[in-house]
C-alpha cells in the first residue's frame, strides 16, 4: 500500500516525520500544500500514483474532489483542541471552523468559548466585526489567512500525533477490508451455491475470510464439531457425518485456490430421514418477550393461507418476533422457514424463485420472510409477483415482517393481503407490567413498588429494546434504590443534553468526561464512540478503566 500524507501548515512536517519513522516498512510520502496552491496537488497527482491519501481541512475537501483515491481527513478531536488552547483564560475565546470541528468544541461546554461554524471563508465576511471582539482565536489554516487579511490576528488549531496515526490506521484498515472484500465476492461467487447456503471459508493459515451461514437447528453442535476439529478440516479433504435424533449431518472441508492463495471451504448440509423439517433460526436468538399476543392475534386468520404481515415498529426486533412466531400454539407442530435477505445473495434469490426444488414449492409449511428491504425494487417486485401467481399461498402459510416505518414495502404487500397486523408498541401493551417483571425476575432484581411503579409508567421510545438497556444498567448496583432508577431513567431521557461540569477538574478527568459523554450518546457502543472521538478504540478503554 502506498500511501501520500499532504500537510498543510509548516509544524506538522513533525509529527508526519515521527509517523514515517514509526512505519519505516510502509511506503509513505509527504508533501506540503496549503489551502492558497490546491492546484499544486493536482498537478503532482498525475504525475503519481497511490492507494492513499491523507490530509486535513480544505485541503482534505479539495482531494476528495479530484481523486478515486481513498482519501482520509486527519480531523481535530476534542483532545487536540484541549492541547491547543488555553482552558484557563479568564478571555472569551472563539473556535471558527467547519461542523465536525465545531460539533468536537460544543462538546467541551465551557462558558468562554464560543463557536462559528462555517462552510467556506466567505462565510465570515458578514462576522467580521463580531470576530474582533475576541483575543483569543483558534481555526484552521485556510482560515488562519483569511482572517490575517483581515486584519485579525488567529491561532491555529493543530494536530495530535495520535490523530495522525489514528487517520492513518483507519485509512489502512480501510484499504485492506475493501481488497479482502473483492476477494470474498469473488470466492463466494464460485463457492455460495444453492445446495451449499452454509458455509466458512478459511485461509490456509486458518484465519476466518467469511461466513455465511444460515445455521439450521443444532447450530451450537455443529460450531462445536468444526471447533475440535478445525486443524484436521484444515489440513486436508475431509468429511465428518454425525448423527443428532433424526437428523444426519455433514460436514466438508475442501481446498482450493483462488488469485494464487490457497483457501479451505467448510460446507454444512442437514438432512432428515424421514422428512424435510429443517427450521432456519439465527443463531443469534434468546428467549426475548414481545409485547404482542402472537397466538390469540394470529389465530384469527390462520384458518386460511391468505399472506399475513407483521408490522413492526423500530425496537421490536425481527428476532424477537422470529422466535415467537415458531414457539406459538398456531405454528409449535409446523416446519417453518424462515428466509432473511440479508443472508441470500442474488444467485440464491433468482433459485428461490426458478428452481423446482425450491422449499418456496414445498407443501403444509410456515414461510416466513424477513429483511425485505435488502431486495431491490426489481427483486421485490419479482418476489410480489410469484406470491400472487404461484402455489405458495395455497400451500402454505407465508408470515412477512415489515417495518411500519416502511411506506414502500407496506403498499407493494396490501396488494396481496387483507391481513396487516399492527404490532402494538410495548407502552401500549397490557403485557407491560408483566415484560418488565420478567426481566428483572431473570437478572434476579428486587425493587420497592415506587421503584416498579416509576418503571411501569416510563415511556420507553425504543420499544423492548430500550427496556432491555435500562433493565441491565439496574444490574450493575448490588441492591437498586429508587434514586438509582430515577438516574437512569433521567439519563435517557435527557441523553442528548451536552453537559458535564469541567470545574476544579484536570485534563485527565476532563478527558474522561468527555469519553463519557460521548460513549452514552452513542449508545455504549465503544467502537462507535472511539470514531467520533478520534482516539483508538483501545485508548477509550484505557480511559475509562483508569478511573474506575
Known sequence: MKTLIVYVYEDMKDIVLELTNKYKEDNIDF????????????????????????????????????????????????????????????????????ENLTNEAKLLNFNNIKTITIKGNNDLLPQINYIKEFNLIY??????????????????????????????????ELYLNLNKQKNEEAILAAFLMNEHTNIIIYNEFGQLIKKSIIFPIFNKDIE?????????????NKSIALKKQNYLININSKKFH?????????????????????????????????????????????????????????????????????????????TSFILDFNLITKKEFNTLLTSPSSILNLDNHIIILKNLNALGNYAL????????????????????????????????????????????????????????????????????????????NYNYFQNESELIRI?????????P??????????????????????????????????CCYVLKECNYNQTLTAKRLGIGRTTLWRILNKNL
Open 31 to 98: 508533501l506540503f500544500c496549503d489551502g492558497h496552491h490546491k492546484e499544486k496537488i493536482k498537478i503532482y497527482l498525475d504525475t503519481h500514483s497511490y492507494d492513499l491519501i491523507i490530509s486535513r481541512g480544505g485541503v482534505y475537501s479539495y482531494l476528495k474532489k479530484i481523486t478515486k483515491t481513498i482519501v482520509i481527513d486527519i480531523g481535530l478531536s476534542i483532545y487536540d483542541i484541549l492541547s491547543t488552547i488555553n482552558i484557563k483564560s479568564s478571555s472569551q475565546t472563539l473556535i471558527i471552523g467547519q
Open 258 to 334: 483462488f488469485a494464487n492463495n490457497k483457501y479451505i471451504a467448510i460446507r454444512i448440509t442437514i438432512n432428515k430421514s424421514i422428512e424435510y423439517n429443517y427450521i432456519y433460526i439465527p443463531s443469534s436468538l434468546d428467549n426475548y418477550h414481545i409485547p404482542l399476543d402472537i397466538n390469540k392475534s394470529i389465530s384469527l386468520y390462520s384458518i386460511n393461507n391468505i399472506p399475513i404481515c407483521l408490522l413492526y415498529q423500530d425496537g421490536s426486533g425481527e428476532d424477537m418476533l422470529v422466535k415467537k412466531i415458531i414457539d406459538s400454539s398456531s405454528y409449535k407442530d409446523s
Open 381 to 456: 417486485a419479482s418476489l410480489i409477483s410469484y406470491i400472487s401467481d404461484s402455489k405458495l399461498t395455497a400451500n402454505n402459510k407465508l408470515i412477512v415482517l415489515i417495518n411500519d416505518n416502511d411506506n414502500n414495502l407496506i403498499k407493494e404487500f396490501n396488494q396481496i393481503t387483507y391481513y396487516l397486523i399492527r404490532i402494538p408498541s410495548l407502552n401500549n401493551s397490557k403485557q407491560k407490567k408483566e415484560i418488565i417483571n420478567d426481566h428483572l425476575k431473570a437478572l434476579k432484581l428486587i425493587l420497592d413498588n415506587d421503584s416498579l411503579n416509576l418503571l411501569y
Open 471 to 479: 433493565v441491565n444498567e439496574l444490574k450493575s448496583f448490588e441492591k
Open 224 to 236: 462445536q464439531i468444526i471447533n475440535n476439529n478445525l486443524k484436521e478440516l484444515l489440513a486436508k
Open 481 to 514: 434504590t429508587i434514586n438509582d432508577v430515577k438516574n437512569i431513567l433521567n439519563n435517557e431521557t435527557y441523553q442528548n443534553i451536552s453537559y458535564f461540569n469541567i470545574e476544579n477538574k484536570n485534563l485527565s478527568e476532563i478527558e474522561y468526561n468527555a
Open 139 to 172: 481555526t484552521g489554516a485556510s482560515t488562519k489567512n483569511y482572517l490575517k487579511n483581515q486584519g485579525i490576528k488567529s491561532e491555529l488549531l493543530k494536530n495530535s500525533f495520535k490523530s495522525l496515526e489514528n487517520a492513518y490506521l483507519k485509512g489502512k
